[in-house]
């Protein structure tokens, strides 16, 4: 059987299950949520810059966004609460846009 020890969306077990397969599984706590969902961010990070087109591109910023929505969620705040901050940054300092890459600063 494998063995995977990672955090899945809400409805793998259901899946799972209807598969006719047998699995285990977990309710972690918040401390445990927490460090999951950071190294799940990781995951779909790596398989994002890993997509070789357009479509899985897309799929796997879904994903992200998603972790990024439980992860606010987890601290107690809404992703409007993130947004809100995001667009205060980018008033600050600026968006992605121009696609600058910084080569260095004279000291």
Request: hydrophobic content about 35%; proline content about 2%; aromatic content about 8%.
């Amino acid at each position: 059987m494998p063995t995977y020890n990672k955090l899945v969306r809400d409805y793998i077990p259901k899946i799972i299950a209807e598969t006719g397969k047998k699995y285990s599984s977990k309710i972690l706590d918040q401390t445990e949520y927490i460090k999951e969902l950071r190294k799940k961010s990781y995951e779909e990070l790596d398989e994002y810059i890993n997509a070789t087109n357009r479509e899985e591109a897309l799929e796997e910023l879904a994903d992200l966004l998603e972790i990024i929505y439980a992860l606010a969620e987890s601290h107690g705040e809404s992703i409007e609460k993130v947004e809100e901050l995001r667009r205060k940054k980018a008033e600050k300092r600026g968006r992605f846009k121009e696609k600058i890459l910084l080569i260095d600063v004279e000291k």
